[in-house]
Nanobody, 115 residues
Framework: QVQLVESGGGLVQAGGSLRLSCAAS????????MGWYRQAPGKQRELVAV???????NYADSVKGRFTISRDNAKNTVYLQMNSLKPEDTAVYYC?????????WGQGTQVTVAS
């Protein structure tokens, strides 16, 4: 059993910053890629950023230069630092991790950016 617990969402003004955290626990031996996805109302879930256990990263074009993903392997935690937030970043943000060829999802955390 794997648990992903997210925190850090909220309401922020455009141009502001938020930091999301996601801690993995349970049967997490073999944890590899960790990442963040988001889903806005009426839209499909989309990739925001991912990071491998070795630290390689990949970002959606829409967040490059504004968001930074990082992880603490000792704590099995992934972070998403979001700067220069825009109203179009408003969405539910989901943590995702791959463990031995199975993907797991967090419950989601709401990020709302007011214009």
């Amino acid at each position: 059993q794997v648990q992903l617990v997210e925190s850090g969402g909220g309401l922020v003004q455009a141009g502001g910053s938020l930091r999301l955290s996601c801690a993995a626990s349970g049967s997490i031996f073999g944890i590899s890629t960790m990442g963040w996805y988001r889903q806005a109302p009426g839209k499909q879930r989309e990739l925001v950023a991912v990071i491998t256990s070795g630290g390689s990263t990949n970002y959606a074009d829409s967040v490059k230069g504004r968001f930074t993903i990082s992880r603490d392997n000792a704590k099995n935690t992934v972070y998403l630092q979001m700067n220069s937030l825009k109203p179009e970043d408003t969405a539910v943000y989901y943590c995702n991790t791959r463990i031995r060829n199975t993907y797991y999802w967090g419950q989601g955390t709401q990020v709302t950016v007011a214009s």
